[in-house]
């Protein structure tokens, strides 16, 4: 009879990572798939020992052959000397922009209205009608 072992011995051998990310990996099929042991809905789930070391094998080998090297992206980061900001000009100025640029400032966004000190009749300082604690 073949033994079977349940995920929390193979996760104290450090076969199995989380349950969680066991469940993940088991639905993108790297590690293979439990069997129930008792009722088919609820019994314990285990895997045998011939599946184990099948997982194993598979491992061993995928960790013997080399891994393909990742491309990066070089990003320049900063200013470089002898660089020059895109002047706009008006074939490539939107006319948006073209109006906050003849004006010489940008246009106010999102937090500059929300944030804008407040005018109009109604912003009058109001007496503090508020009890301050210890107040007798």
Do not use: N
């Not at 996760?11 to 066991?22: A, E, N, V, W, Y």
């Not at 080399?66 to 020059?84: I, L, S, Y």
């Not at 074939?91 to 500059?112: M, N």
């Amino acid at each position: 009879m073949e033994r079977h072992f349940t995920w929390q011995e193979l996760h104290d051998l450090g076969i199995l990572p989380s349950r969680q990310h066991t469940r993940r990996l088991i639905a993108r099929e790297i590690v293979p798939k439990p069997l129930r042991l008792g009722d088919p809905e609820r019994g314990r789930l285990a895997w045998s020992q011939s599946q184990i070391q099948a997982y194993l094998a598979r491992k061993a080998l995928e960790s013997e052959q080399p891994r393909p090297r990742r491309q990066f992206k070089v990003v320049a980061m900063g200013k470089r000397e002898g660089a020059h900001p895109r002047e706009l000009t008006p074939e490539t100025t939107p006319p948006e922009a073209a109006d906050s640029a003849a004006a010489g400032k940008r246009k106010p966004g999102r937090q500059a209205e929300r944030f804008a000190a407040p005018t109009g009749p109604d912003t009058a300082p109001r007496p503090d009608t508020t009890r301050k604690r210890g107040a007798g």
